[in-house]
């Protein structure tokens, strides 16, 4: 049964143009949502993260929005670069006293020059 | 440049062997997890230790998985006895265990291979 569903395994996109990385989950009690690039051979990096308490978290580039309604979350990068090339994870904790953080499966982007 | 540190970074073994993961995590942080990654599950949690307490290890196969916190300074995951099932990459991650909404910290991954 997996919490925090990452429905898209890969993206593509152009140098320059936004990329878009879309995470669900199924857990109510989860209200602390991160973001992770992981390249390969190396430990997932945290990028981003925001809070149930938020709906939008900005930092550079990077955006995640939170929809609580829809159980959803998103993380736009814009511009797209090529470094951005990665493995991209959303991931979740709740407010149980539980640290410990539930992972989606990946999204591999592809930013082409 | 505070990071978390793991040794080996690669380990080769036979089926049966015992296998030891160690892992140095930041300064000052309270808060140490042991997640796995493999193709087949992604990343999971295995165990994790609040000021060196263990507090969850639920995720750990106990007859063969042992996970503890000798100091402040150093986790170790061990598996005795190792099987083919185990090889995967070991992430150790570490964090502030104070902050209601804590971000954790990885290390590089120790990669194992279970011949």
């Known amino acids: 049964d997996q919490q925090v569903k990452q429905n898209s395994p890969s993206l593509s996109v152009q140098e320059g143009r936004i990329s878009i990385l879309n995470c669900d989950y199924t857990?109510?009690?989860?209200?602390?949502f991160l973001w992770y690039k992981k390249y390969p051979a190396e430990g997932p990096t945290f990028l981003i993260s925001?809070?149930?308490?938020?709906d939008k978290n900005e930092d550079g580039r990077f955006t995640v929005f939170l929809n609580k309604s829809a159980k959803h979350l998103s993380l736009h990068i814009v511009p797209s670069q090529p470094g951005d090339s990665a493995v991209y994870f959303c991931?979740?904790?709740?407010?149980?006293?539980?640290?410990?953080?539930?992972f989606g499966s990946g999204t591999r982007l592809q930013v082409q020059p | 440049d505070a990071r978390v540190t793991q040794t080996p970074r690669h380990k080769v073994t036979e089926m049966g062997q015992e296998v030891t993961m160690r892992c140095q995590p930041i300064?000052?942080?309270?808060?140490v997890f042991w997640y796995r990654q493999t193709m087949m599950q992604g990343l999971e949690l295995l165990a994790y230790?609040?000021?060196?307490?263990?507090?969850?290890d639920s995720g750990m196969p106990k007859d063969r998985f042992s996970a503890e916190m000798p100091d402040a300074t150093l986790a170790t995951l061990k598996i005795q006895p190792s099987e083919p099932r185990d090889s995967a990459v070991y992430f150790c991650?570490?964090?502030?265990?104070?902050?209601?909404?804590?971000?954790?910290?990885f290390g590089p991954g120790t990669r194992l291979l279970v011949l």
């Open positions: 991650a570490s964090g502030h265990g104070t902050a209601k909404r804590e971000t954790q910290y």
């Open positions: 857990n109510s009690m989860f209200d602390y």
């Open positions: 925001i809070s149930s308490i938020k």
């Open positions: 991931a979740a904790s709740g407010d149980t006293g539980r640290r410990a953080l539930t």
């Open positions: 300064l000052g942080h309270n808060t």
């Open positions: 230790f609040r000021n060196r307490a263990p507090l969850d």
